[in-house]
């Protein structure tokens, strides 16, 4: 059976939250290097935009990653798939443990953890049935280090860290590279959503100091994607050169 593939025998990439930040940043990088990319979000009117600009290698389908009907109908609608970014998640709030809010919690697990393995569990047969299949999930270095006020998203990236180790296990032998990229800071709507649409509060955390862009995370993830397929780049950190540790930022 000939390996099904997008438009004129490219490679189908999918990548979740491509709506903003380093998802459509993904889109653009991943459509440059030659693939049919599925974008998937929430906010279509984002992702009809961001197909618009970059041209028919991008396709805008609705995505919620905490439904299992929109995956459902977003996963039917593709049918093959070489690459799956799990990119959709965020943090929310950055409350102490002891004042800090379930509803929270629990969506910041739903988007970072859950998402990410119904996501997986659900192209993992067109990933195998690539013949190259790979699941670059994309982590924190949330999932390395500890900061106060951040346990709700720590533990969320440590928990998808764990899927990915397992992940790794489980498929050893068959077709599909599992890789993980851990960026630090990087300036996008990311501390706009954290702090419930607060800009002031967003801008100070990237203030006196030089973030990383989506553009520098989606290079990366482009880079992974296209090494030789015996090449499996297992985890990557990034961080600014300003932040030394999620709590050690340099600022002048
Ligand atoms: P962003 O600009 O806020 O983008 C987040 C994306 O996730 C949006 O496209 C959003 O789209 C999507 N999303 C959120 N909930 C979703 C859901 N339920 N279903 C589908 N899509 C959903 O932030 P970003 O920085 O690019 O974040 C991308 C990833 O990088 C996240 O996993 C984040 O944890 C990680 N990360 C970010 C930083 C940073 O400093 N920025 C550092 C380390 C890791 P819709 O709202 O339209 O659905």
Redesign the pocket.
């Known amino acids: 059976m000939p390996t099904p593939t997008g438009q004129e025998g490219r490679p189908v990439a999918v990548v ?10 993904t889109v653009r990088h991943l459509a440059t290097a030659g693939f049919d990319v599925v974008a ?4 279509t009117d ?2 009809e935009a961001l197909a618009k600009e970059v041209g028919s290698a991008v396709r805008p389908l609705p ?5 299992a009907e ?1 995956i459902e109908a977003f996963t039917d609608a593709i049918p093959a798939c070489r690459v799956l970014v ?6 929310l709030g950055q409350d102490r443990i002891a004042q800090s809010d379930d509803d929270q919690w629990i969506t910041m697990f ?3 953890v859950l ?1 990410l393995m119904r996501m997986t569990r659900a192209l993992l047969g067109k990933l195998i049935g690539s013949g190259n299949g790979h699941v670059v999930n ?5 999932a390395h280090e500890a900061y106060v006020g951040g346990a709700g ?1 720590i533990a969320a ?1 440590h928990g998808a860290r764990g899927v990915n180790d397992v992940l790794r296990l489980e498929l050893n032998g068959q077709p599909v590279r599992v890789s993980e990229i ?12 954290r702090f419930d649409g607060d800009a002031e509060a967003a801008t100070r955390v990237y203030q006196g100091m030089t ?2 862009v ?1 553009d520098d ?1 989606a290079e990366i993830i482009t880079f992974v994607v296209t090494r030789p397929p015996h090449v499996d780049i297992d985890t990557l950190i990034v961080r600014p050169r300003d932040q030394a540790r999620t709590f050690m930022v340099h600022r002048s």
């Open positions: 979740t939250g491509a709506s903003s930040g380093i998802g459509a940043a998937g979000a929430r906010r984002r992702l995505l919620d990653v905490t439904s929109s799990n990119n959709a998640g965020g943090a739903e988007t970072n998402g994309i982590g924190s270095v949330a998203y990236k851990d960026p630090g800071l990087t300036e996008t709507e990311f501390s706009l959503v973030p990383l989506a995370v």
